[in-house]
């Protein structure tokens, strides 16, 4: 079941106090960036933030673990509940993406490595 395009609308409008956040399609589902890192995936029409130590400090009683698609690494399932609450969604999201290390920069292609890829 895909992700439908107001459930992704609603948790950026949720997020719009955080800058630097953006969605891109992923595998047919949505991933969340923040700071250019994915900190979230948004399949099925739930949010799955990537497990961190202070996210799961943050979150403390209302912890649980869901897999976003099968075979994923397991992530914190965010409850309705704390998705309608912006603040203590914001506070994760920030908390999540400065405790993930900084993406690793993209190789530069070059003209060999375009021309036998395009054979």
Known sequence: MA?????????????SAVPNVRVRKMFGEDALYCDEKVVALI?????????????KALVGDRYAEGTAY???????????????DHERLCDLIRATAAALPPP???????WKAR???AR
């Open 3 to 15: 992700t439908s395009r107001s459930t992704t609308e609603f948790i950026l409008d949720q997020l």
């Open 70 to 84: 099968p075979g994923a690494k397991p992530s914190m399932l965010v409850s309705a509940d704390d998705l309608e």
């Open 104 to 110: 690793k920069p993209k190789k530069p292609k070059t």
């Open 43 to 55: 399949c099925d029409d739930q949010l799955f933030v990537k497990i961190t130590p202070v996210g």
């Open 115 to 117: 021309l036998c890829s």
